[in-house]
T-cell receptor, first 118, second 113 residues
C-alpha cells in the first residue's frame, strides 16, 4: 500500500530555534497533504492543509507565521516550526490523500515526528 | 455543525474478550467513514473505509458497521489481543469543502492479560 514517510521521527531543540519536519509520499503523488498536532492522550488536531503549488490553508487558531508549510512538489511537504518554544513540544503527524477530495480516496498517515523544545 | 463523537473515551478489557466502539457523526453531506488504529507514538493506520452504501466491512478481527440513516458507526473487535491496545479514531469525510475531514477524539483501548 501507499507509504507516507516523515523525517525526523524525533527531534530535540533549544527554545528559539527553528525545526523543519518533512513529509513524503513515497509511491504516489499527493496534491494535498495535511498536518496535525497531537498532545498526549488527545486526538489529532488538524493544523493546516497543504496544497501543492499554492499556499497552505490554516485552521483557526494556528499561527501561519509560526508554522510555515511548503508543498514544493507532489511528493513533499514540509512543516517548519519557527522560534520554537516549550509549549510547541508535541507529536506532529502528516497525512496524504490518494484520490480526489470527497471521494473514497484513502488517507495515509506518516509515522509522526515528536518535537521536544527545551 | 459537522462533528464526530466517539464513545467510550477509554475502555479496558481482558484478553480474548470482544468489544465494540461507537462513532456518531453529524457530518453532511456524508461521503465516507474511516476507522484508524493508532499505537502510542505512531501514526494512525487505516482499518476500514466505508461509503454510504456499505453496512458492514471486516478486516480480520475488526468489523465496522455503518448506519447512514442514524449516522452511527461501530467498530467491533473480536477475540482481543494485547496488541489491540491502541487508540481507535473515527474519521468522517464530507462530500465537499476544502477541509472535509472530521476527526473523532478517539477511544483508548487497553487489553490486559
Amino acid at each position: 500500500g501507499a507509504v507516507v514517510s516523515q523525517h525526523p521521527s524525533w527531534v530535540i531543540c533549544k527554545s528559539g530555534t527553528s525545526v523543519k519536519i518533512e513529509c513524503r509520499s513515497l509511491d504516489f503523488q499527493a496534491t494535498t497533504m495535511f498536518w496535525y498536532r497531537q498532545f498526549p492522550k488527545q486526538s489529532l488536531m488538524l493544523m493546516a492543509t497543504s496544497n501543492e503549488g499554492s499556499k497552505a490553508t490554516y485552521e483557526q487558531g494556528v499561527e501561519k507565521d509560526k508554522f510555515l508549510i511548503n508543498h514544493a512538489s507532489l511528493t513533499l511537504s514540509t512543516l517548519t516550526v519557527t522560534s520554537a518554544h516549550p509549549e510547541d513540544s508535541s507529536f506532529y503527524i502528516c497525512s496524504a490523500r490518494v484520490g480526489l477530495a470527497g471521494f473514497t480516496g484513502e488517507l495515509f498517515f506518516g509515522e509522526g515526528s515528536r518535537l521536544t523544545v527545551l | 455543525k459537522n462533528q464526530v463523537e466517539q464513545s467510550p473515551q477509554s475502555l479496558i478489557i481482558l484478553e480474548g474478550k470482544n468489544c465494540t466502539l461507537q462513532c456518531n457523526y453529524t457530518v453532511s453531506p456524508f461521503s465516507n467513514l474511516r476507522w484508524y488504529k493508532q499505537d502510542t507514538g505512531r501514526g494512525p493506520v487505516s482499518l476500514t473505509i466505508m461509503t454510504f452504501s456499505e453496512n458492514t466491512k471486516s478486516n480480520g478481527r475488526y468489523t465496522a458497521t455503518l448506519d447512514a440513516d442514524t449516522k452511527q458507526s461501530s467498530l467491533h473487535i473480536t477475540a482481543s489481543q494485547l496488541s489491540d491496545s491502541a487508540s481507535y479514531i473515527c474519521v468522517v469525510s464530507a462530500e465537499s469543502g476544502a477541509n472535509n475531514l472530521f476527526f473523532g477524539t478517539g477511544t483508548r483501548l487497553t487489553v490486559i492479560p
